[in-house]
């Protein structure tokens, strides 16, 4: 899907330097070039933000192979990038495999993850390169560490995300449902400078909330005393990942109990973030936290993963990943436990690695006292 770009993505972004040091790593594979055919590297490695394009990285330099409805548009976003743009008649794979054939490559290192079987059958039938090499997250692992401009749209993004939550509470009414919240969320984003949500928010009223990605429908906010509500903003392509569960009336002692068992977990976890612990540990942290109040198997999911051009990307924080946290990271923490039939509380806020612990990106108030709201037309 193409993204949006901002003035502070394609003139503040060293998008030269990223390509010089997955060229690096290319090296460490015994790789001679790469092809890159996942829309969202081909952007974080080029700032071009369209689609059907590929990036070739060679020892001749960096060529992006794209077609004629970007040739002005890859000139604006990627100055001084050489671009091979094709004849409307000509298919992408038969230009990339011409182009590969002239260079007369040994070999070839491909996006193993996002390479379709048909696109690997005919680079291995029609590039004339001996040796396909499949990779697996190169790219990825450079995006893992934000440099400043992404942590700068990132900050935004987390703002521009609580800023629409914000004026959405002090007007949330009785008879509003689900879905009638969820696009509302989605234009005060845009009204408030984002290009949109970061996926489509989940909104779910009382025992829906027990649904994790549970998708908006039509209950309405008064036929619960409490709603979960999970959105983020993009800016740039970037994306924020927050969640809160706000209570509407009386509070249920159970949800009470769920409510500070997830927020104690969650601190506990936060706390804990810094450079060189894996992120194993981390979730063990919060899972233990939840297990010693008794709700340990409530408790379904991952404690968190990445963010960045994409919603979920590495790092991902779970119980079986042994990857070390290092300062440029930026992640989710969202601890929950779910009851079928009653209800769930999950808590999430974006948290950025530094050299000497982290940063919490977000700002919205925790406590189960601060999210309590009173509808417009009473309960």
Known sequence: MPQT???EMSTMT??????KRLQASLRERGAEAMLVTHATNVTYLTGFTGDDSYLLLSPQGALLLSDPRYDQQIGEECPGLEALIRKPTELLLKVTCATLRKLSLPNLLIEGEHVSVNLFDHLQAESGIPELIKGHGQVEALRMLKDATEIALLRRAVSIAERAFTSIRAQLSGKQTERELAHELDRLVRKMGGSGCSFKPIVAVGARAALPHAVPGESTLDSSPFVLIDWGA???????DLTRVLVTSKIPAKFARIYETVLTAQQAAIDALRPGVLVSEIDRIARESIASA???KRFTHGLGHGIGLDIHEAPRLGKNEDRPLESGMVVTVEPGVYYPG???VRIEDDVLITDRGCEVLSSLPRELEANQVELLDGP
């Open 5 to 7: 770009s901002t003035p």
């Open 234 to 240: 993009t800016l740039g392509g970037y994306r924020s």
């Open 294 to 296: 008794g709700m340990g």
């Open 14 to 19: 060293d998008f030269a330097g990223r390509r």
């Open 342 to 344: 009653f209800g769930g």
